[in-house]
């Protein structure tokens, strides 16, 4: 069965320091991958999928950016992180071509508190 | 633009009893899918059931089933014989061929309280 890597679960980081937040997809080849954010008591924001190894689509412009090295690895990053970064990161993950009945399925999450 | 609205931001309900959690949605989407997830307190998100916007019945999933009324865009989620472990936020949420079936829009979320 599929499963879903990602880690950190918690993180503090200072204003302007770096982030690196992992995902891994295990028992599956080709996934869809994205990074959802969740500010406190709101629902989920996309903001990057890929859809193959160095294939990624923006949402939101931010100051995040992501990268597929390896086909079920995806990586959520910030050169310099600012206090609206804050917030509850998910990965997530789907099969075959993108239509209206793929469940997307989410990870564990990473909450990230920028200080 | 798609857009989902779930207007209880929390809803109360006795062990063993049914509860529904409302959610209307706005898409000019011919094609769209339509889905629940449970969060509970540990933050995961949790697929529980979803809706095809040309599915002529009700999906049904174990003590889940999504009351589908398109004409009225309501896809409202039922919970039968709530119990303890059901208590989390509950969200609705769509994906449509505007947006290439890749953005899975959200809801704000309705948090279930089950008590004994």
């Known amino acids: 069965s599929q499963t879903i890597h990602q880690w950190p679960a918690t993180l503090v980081q200072p204003v302007g320091s770096p982030l690196s937040l992992e995902c891994t997809v295990e028992?599956?080849?080709?996934?869809?991958l994205y990074w959802y954010r969740q500010a406190a008591g709101r629902g989920l924001q996309l903001l990057f999928y890929?859809?193959?190894?160095?294939?990624i689509s923006s949402e939101v412009p931010q100051n995040l950016s992501a990268s597929r090295p390896q086909d079920r690895q995806f990586i959520l990053s910030s050169k310099k992180l600012l206090l609206s970064d804050s917030g509850f990161y998910l990965c997530a993950w789907s099969v075959g071509q993108a239509r209206s009945g793929n469940t997307i399925y989410f990870g564990e999450g990473s909450w990230l508190t920028v200080v | 633009a798609q857009k989902i609205t779930q207007t209880q931001p929390g809803m109360f309900v006795q062990e063993k009893e049914a509860v529904t959690l409302d959610c209307t949605y706005d898409?000019?989407?011919?094609?769209?899918?339509l889905f629940w997830y449970k969060q509970p307190s540990s933050g995961e998100m949790i697929f529980l059931i979803y809706q095809g916007s040309y599915d002529q019945q009700n999906a049904t999933e174990g003590r889940y089933s999504l009351n589908f009324q398109k004409a009225r865009k309501s896809a409202n989620l039922v919970i039968s014989a709530s119990q303890l472990g059901d208590s989390a936020m509950y969200f609705c949420a769509m994906r449509g061929a505007n947006t290439g079936f890749q953005k899975l829009v959200f809801g704000t979320g309705t948090r279930l309280l089950v008590s004994p």
């Open positions: 028992g599956t080849s080709n996934p869809n």
């Open positions: 890929s859809v193959g190894i160095g294939q």
């Open positions: 898409t000019s989407d011919p094609s769209y899918g």
